[in-house]
């Protein structure tokens, strides 16, 4: 990845939308599943035909695919059919009997053929198997893709008896459409997809314009992408994602795209119970709560400075709500809440403020979030009294809490993610409160109440739940749903790193087990 840049441009988006997820496998990828199919059905490799066109007896290699990705047309493959060893024997009418044998070793036939996708009826072993590797509860559907070589009507072979009518030896993977989102990950519904396209997708290498498509090491490159809605959004109208950058680069087998929509605007950042980090500005809100000062005293005032709970915003989700900010660079997320009281009655004057500011950011080609923020709390007080002769005193105090927390979006071995959000073990180092405390004139004796609003902060900041925060966020992920190919394999997501449009984009490996036949 690191000499070819483009992948972190891949988006997700078109012209008039965006999609929600993907599922990207190279055609390399492809390939191997097709020779693991091989090996699980050894009678794929043999072809005995008696017909009236002729006979054939042969053994043949396991099939490749290239992928077509020039054009409009995405849904269609080149089959490439290589013999081993074997002979053929033409019918010839004059002779009223077959010719002489032909020998089609090393022979390699090509026609196209679409890929289809289908429903697995959920009463067929198909189904069972497949939803056994996927190995996750929930209302969901299997979807199976596969070569249809009906479509193009090859008419070599028995299409009713012969081993390809059975469809899960022509298979290329199997995917879950969730009818009931939150049946297969509560933690996280906006990440089951519902509804899912398909189509060829060009890899274009470093320094050309052009793509490649054919059976060798640049054609391998090209993907095909599973295009993914989720919580049922319909489809961008442009059901074609155009090339915006390689979504898959050697030597991956494939990338999953999480589009930054759905992982910080539906999931991270979600205006909604249970709040993730929005808990952290429900926490350090800094507000104010009462303020007045007395025209009849000169040193006395009330200036109710508070921290985290007890406003009047405590129930409305949406004041914490974090907004995405328009930049050039790469996207960012801030919330800002700011307020101030002005009390002048007579020959006194009381200023309180309270001010709130937090910036959520990725860091692109990385796994890493940065989330800072700052909460301050200040007054100044100003009186005239009489016996200063026209002179003022008073005081001012604020207190300030600022903190830089990282947070890592992780692989795990069983093939899920998690989030670590990098929180010490006493949870107040992560917070740096500074003060600030003045006087006057220099004989006027205030008391130090920055030290009173550095405890009220202090205080808030304990309260913040970042264990559970933290909590929350691994059951999310650990619940994802997984791409599942014939053979029980499943790919494992390693690697998560966030591209320049804020998206996430997960390295999928093939885990390289063959242990059952769904």
């Known amino acids: 990845m690191a000499d070819d840049p483009s992948r972190l441009e891949a988006t997700l988006r078109t012209g008039n939308g965006a999609y929600s997820e993907a599922i990207s496998v190279s055609q390399k990828a492809i390939n191997r599943n097709l020779e693991i199919l091989l090996a699980l059905y050894p009678e794929l490799g043999e072809i005995g035909l008696k017909t009236h066109d002729g006979d054939m007896s042969a053994k043949v290699d396991s099939p490749q695919v290239a992928l077509q990705v020039a054009g409009s047309n995405r849904g269609t493959v080149y089959y490439y059919c290589r013999f081993k060893e074997g002979t053929v024997e033409p019918w010839d009418d004059e002779l009223n009997s077959n010719a002489p044998p032909i020998d089609v070793t090393g022979w390699v036939l090509a026609f196209s053929v679409d890929i289809a996708a289908v429903n697995v009826p959920e009463d067929s072993d198909d189904y069972q198997n497949a939803t056994s590797v996927i190995n996750q509860p929930g209302d969901y559907s299997i979807s199976r893709l596969y070569l249809d070589f009906n479509i193009h009507h090859v008419k070599v072979g028995d299409g009713v008896n012969g081993v390809m009518s059975e469809p899960k030896k022509t298979t290329i993977g199997y995917t879950m459409k969730a009818n009931n989102p939150g049946t297969v990950n509560p933690h996280a519904p906006t990440f089951p997809p519902t509804s899912f396209i398909f189509q060829t997708y060009e890899y274009i290498a470093p320094r050309t314009t052009e793509p490649h498509q054919g059976l060798d090491e640049e054609g391998d490159k090209n993907h095909l992408l599973y295009l993914e809605m989720t919580q049922h959004l319909d489809f961008p109208i442009q059901r074609f994602l155009p090339y915006s950058g390689n979504f898959v680069t050697p030597p991956m087998d494939g990338t999953i795209c999480i589009s930054k929509d ?257």
């Not at 119970?273 to 007395?294: G, M, R």
């Not at 009390?343 to 709130?356: Q, T």
């Not at 009489?386 to 947070?407: D, N, P, V």
């Not at 993610?417 to 006087?439: A, G, R």
Request: aromatic share 14%; proline share 6%; with cysteine.
């Open 262 to 518: 759905i992982f910080f605007g539906s999931y991270l950042l979600r205006k909604k119970e249970p709040l993730l980090l929005n808990v952290f500005n429900k926490y350090t809100y800094a507000w104010i709560a009462d303020h007045k000062a007395y025209d009849d005293d000169p040193v006395r005032f009330t200036a109710d400075l508070r921290v985290g709970l007890g406003s009047s915003h405590d129930q409305d989700i949406d004041f914490f709500g974090f907004e995405e900010v328009n930049t050039a660079d790469t996207p960012k997320w801030e919330w800002k809440r700011s307020e101030s009281t002005f009390d002048n009655p007579k020959a006194v004057n009381l200023n309180c403020d309270a001010s709130n500011k937090t910036t959520l950011f990725p860091k692109p080609g990385t796994n890493e979030l940065l989330l800072t923020g700052e909460s301050q709390i200040k007054f100044k007080f100003n009186s005239w009294p009489i016996y200063l002769f026209g002179g003022a005193q008073g005081t001012e105090a604020s207190a300030t809490a600022t903190w830089s927390l990282t947070i890592t979006l992780n692989s795990v071995m069983e093939g899920g993610l998690e989030i670590s959000l990098n929180v010490p073990e006493n949870q107040q180092h992560l917070f740096k409160i500074s003060t600030y405390f003045d006087d006057w004139p220099d004989l006027a004796s205030y008391p130090p109440y920055e030290e009173h609003l550095k405890q009220r902060m202090a205080d808030a900041i304990t309260g913040v739940p970042l264990r559970d925060i933290a909590n929350d966020l691994q059951k999310a992920l650990s619940n994802s749903a997984k791409f599942v190919i014939p053979g029980g394999g499943t790919f494992f997501y390693k690697d998560p790193i966030f591209n320049n449009h804020g998206d996430v984009l997960i390295e999928a490996e093939y885990n390289g087990q063959v242990t059952q036949t769904p």
